[in-house]
């Protein structure tokens, strides 16, 4: 399913908010998902009809909302139970109408929102939503971004090994892995420190935002061998290889590199 990073406040009808940090509605619809609430609720009813129609084995949803105001500065204006809040509530309403099979496994964020680092946030999002068919996806790049103390690939095996056994019996709930490498602690660090001084506007913000969140979770390939042994550890049926490349060619080549460790 699309992640439209700035859902929630759409959602919540909190345009006061909405227009408070982005001034204008031109970015509504990249950011928010629609100009209303209404309009954001039919486009995930359209992407579900349109999973079942392809009798799709599992959607992804982003358990986290992030502002770009946010992204650029780490000052979060709502706490992860905040947007899990929110999450029950949207995910409730756009499956009470349909009649599906497959799975929806939730997909952990460094932001506001499901991280994947213990059990209280993922009972809680259980015991909310009413779908029952559900899961989640790890994403190994994004849990890194979790920390940005990482200095290097041991010590992000080693993160996400303690945030798996933080689960308990809930890792069994791991049905999909993103596997990817970001390490990108240092550049985050001194980015916020840098951005908080200029007080950037929002024409500047949205002019290098994304470019900024690619800098933060580029999606390498993860190299380290011992990741498999996180792989092993889980009850994975899906395993994607989540790489990006600005052309074929490097893609090709990330997707090879990636290989190499399971030969």
Not at 193 to 221: A, R, T
Request: hydrophobic residues 35%; negative net charge; contains cysteine.
């Amino acid at each position: 399913m699309r992640f439209f990073p700035s859902w929630m406040e759409l959602y919540l009808e909190d345009f006061s908010s909405l227009y408070d940090e982005l001034k204008d509605k031109k970015y509504f619809k990249s950011l928010c998902g629609g100009h209303s609430k209404k309009e954001l609720l039919e486009y995930y009813k359209k992407e579900l009809r349109i999973a079942k129609d392809l009798e799709v084995e599992y959607v992804v949803f982003h358990a986290c909302n992030v502002k770009v105001t946010e992204a650029m500065t780490y000052d979060f204006k709502y706490s992860d139970k905040e947007v899990l809040d929110a999450v029950i509530l949207i995910i409730n309403e756009i499956f009470e109408d349909g009649e599906y099979d497959f799975k929806l496994l939730f997909e952990n964020l460094w932001w506001s929102g499901l991280r994947l680092t213990n059990k209280e946030e993922i009972e809680y999002l259980l015991n909310g939503v009413k779908y029952k068919n559900v899961g989640f996806i790890l994403d190994t790049g994004h849990m890194i971004n979790n920390n940005r103390n990482i200095k290097n690939s041991k010590e992000g095996i080693e993160y996400i090994k303690k945030n798996i056994e933080n689960l308990g019996e809930y890792k069994n709930l791991i049905y999909g892995i993103h596997l990817n490498y970001s390490l990108s602690g240092e550049y985050v660090n001194k980015s916020i420190k840098e951005n908080k001084e200029k007080n950037l506007s929002i024409e500047e913000i949205m002019k290098n935002v994304y470019q900024h969140v690619g800098n933060i979770d580029y999606h390498d390939p993860f190299e380290d061998k011992e990741i498999i042994e996180v792989i092993n550890s889980l009850p994975i049926k899906y395993l994607v290889f989540e790489l990006i490349g600005n052309t074929r060619e490097e893609l090709e080549n990330k997707i090879q590199r990636q290989w190499e460790i399971f030969k």
